[in-house]
């Protein structure tokens, strides 16, 4: 058997233990002992996830319901070189042909 030494208990809750212990007809250290079998003996629920924690915490404030905001269609944009009025002077061309030139 092991022994545990409890360190710094609350006088108040010291003497609810004993008055406890004593209705029960048991030592204090008894009692602790049942109220620790009782207490680890329940089984352990699994833990859920963050998001479902967040949603129990959440859910006694109601649904929110937001407007679901109109959108544009995505513009596709083409790159500078690609355009009809890009000249030979754009800074695209001109890094690709001075990395063409180099040995």
């Known amino acids: 058997m092991a022994t545990l030494t ?13 008055v406890r212990a ?6 204090m250290e008894e009692e602790v002992r049942q109220i620790l079998r009782t ?7 699994a833990s859920p996830n963050l998001a479902e924690r967040i949603r129990r915490r959440f859910a006694r404030l109601g649904d929110v319901q937001l ?3 109109a959108r544009e269609p995505i513009r596709h944009l083409g790159m500078p070189e690609d355009s009809p009025a890009s000249g030979a002077n754009t800074p ?3 890094r690709a ?7």
């Open 6 to 18: 409890i360190r710094n208990l609350d006088e108040r809750l010291k003497g609810r233990l004993r």
């Open 22 to 27: 004593a209705s029960r007809g048991r030592s």
């Open 39 to 45: 207490a680890l003996d329940e089984p352990q629920s």
């Open 67 to 69: 407007p679901v905001a």
């Open 92 to 94: 695209f061309k001109a």
């Open 97 to 103: 042909r001075k990395a063409a030139v180099r040995p």
